[in-house]
C-alpha cells in the first residue's frame, strides 16, 4: 500500500447525480405533459388531488409530483396492488371484489372516491387493470384497464383496451386518468360538497 494514499472508493461527482435526477424528473413530466395541464388547472381552481393506483403501481403520483409547484395540488396517493390493500386501505367492498373482481367499473369508481375522501382531496383518480404479459390469476384479458376519477357527487369511469406491453399499457393508463381528471376539472370547477359516506 503506498503511504497517505486513500482507500476509499470513488464516488460519483453530486452534481453529476444532481443533474440525473432534474433530467429523470424533466423526462416523467415530458412524457405526461397533461400532469402539467391538470396541475395548471387545479391551481387556478384552488382545487387538490388524490390517487389510488393498482397496475400503475405509483406511475400516475410520479407523473403528477414530476411537475414543479405540485405540492400545491397533490395530497398524496395509495398504492393499492393487492386486493387486500384495496380493502384495508381505500374500504373497496370484499363482496364487491368477489363478486366482480378488482378489475372492474365499479372498484374503480369505488377507489377513485374513496382516496378523494380518505386523503381529503377533492379530485381522486383511480387506475386497475391487467397491465400484461401475463393475466396473473383473473380471467380478464391483458389490457383491460379501468381508469375511474371522482370529483365531488361526480364519478366518471373510461374502460380501456391497451394491446401493447406492459410499460406501454401503464403509460395508457396513466395518460386517460389525467385526461380523465382534466375533464372532470374543466366540466366541474370548484368542486361540489363531498357526498355523504364517502
Known sequence: MTAGRSLRAEEPPVPSARIDKVTAQA?????????????????ELGLSIAVAESCTGGLLGAALTAVPGSSRYMRGGIIAYSDAVKVELLGVGEE?????????????????G???GRLKADLGLAITGVAG??????????GLIYVAGCLGARVEVVELRERGDR??????????????GSTLVAAGGPAAPPVAGR
Open 133 to 142: 404479459p401475463g393475466a396473473e390469476g383473473t380471467s380478464k384479458p391483458v
Open 167 to 180: 410499460e406501454a399499457n401503464r403509460a395508457a393508463a396513466v395518460n386517460a386518468a389525467l385526461r380523465l
Open 96 to 112: 364487491l371484489l368477489g363478486r366482480l373482481g378488482a378489475v372492474s367499473a365499479e372498484v374503480a369508481a369505488a377507489m377513485a
Open 27 to 43: 423526462s416523467l413530466a415530458a412524457a405526461f405533459p397533461e400532469s402539467t395541464v391538470l396541475g395548471e388547472r387545479l391551481v
Open 114 to 116: 374513496s382516496v378523494a
